[in-house]
């Protein structure tokens, strides 16, 4: 509960500060897009964010970061789940070399960038995607729980904003190579 409220806390601060930030910096859309895409920690809040930098172009730009960086983690979840079952334990107990959710992922990805699509199910795709954001930034407020941020104490804020600062500034070199 702890991670989690401090992942909602750190990333939607970096949500609403980072587009004013890099507009301030005078990065164009595809620079504030990419910026943070790379250094916001939830899909919905690279969207909010996005949406703030002026949606369009650096909405856009965000999204596709943020879902190669999420992507990305198909490697590793598939080293960790070999890790896993090379760690032995009984057979009923391995964890799945990867996750369903993470082939279904891959699949999708693959099947709409190279497949004919019909318009009613990209529209209706599109509705259902607009549905699931929106549950899924209620739960990501649902999720955020005070009482467990003050238990959490000074040192474990402090913690969280600085590797969420980190992140942030770890993408700032790539997204000014643009």
């Given at each position: 509960a702890a991670a989690v409220s401090l992942v909602v806390l750190c990333g939607s601060v970096v949500m609403v500060a980072l587009p004013g930030v890099a507009l301030l910096a005078g990065l164009d859309p595809v620079q504030v897009g990419a910026w943070a895409g790379a250094s916001t920690h939830e899909v919905g809040q690279v969207v909010v964010a996005?949406?703030?930098a002026g949606g369009g172009t650096a909405l856009s730009v965000a999204v596709l970061?943020?879902?190669?960086?999420?992507?990305l983690l198909a490697p590793v979840v598939a080293v960790l789940g070999w890790q896993a079952r090379r760690g032995g334990g009984e057979q009923g107990d391995r964890?799945?070399?990867v996750p369903g959710?993470?082939?279904?992922f891959?699949?999708?990805?693959v099947a709409r960038t190279w497949l004919p699509l019909p318009d009613l199910l990209l529209t209706v795709a599109g509705g259902v995607q607009d549905l699931a954001l929106a549950v899924a930034m209620a739960a990501?407020?649902?999720?955020l729980r005070p009482r467990v941020l003050g238990a959490v104490g000074g040192r474990g804020l402090a913690l969280a904003a600085c590797s969420t600062g980190l992140v942030v500034l770890l993408g700032a070199p790539v997204v000014l190579a643009l």
């Open positions: 996005g949406g703030l970061v943020k879902l190669g960086r999420v992507l964890a799945p070399l959710f993470v082939v279904a891959v699949l999708l990805a990501l407020g649902c999720a």
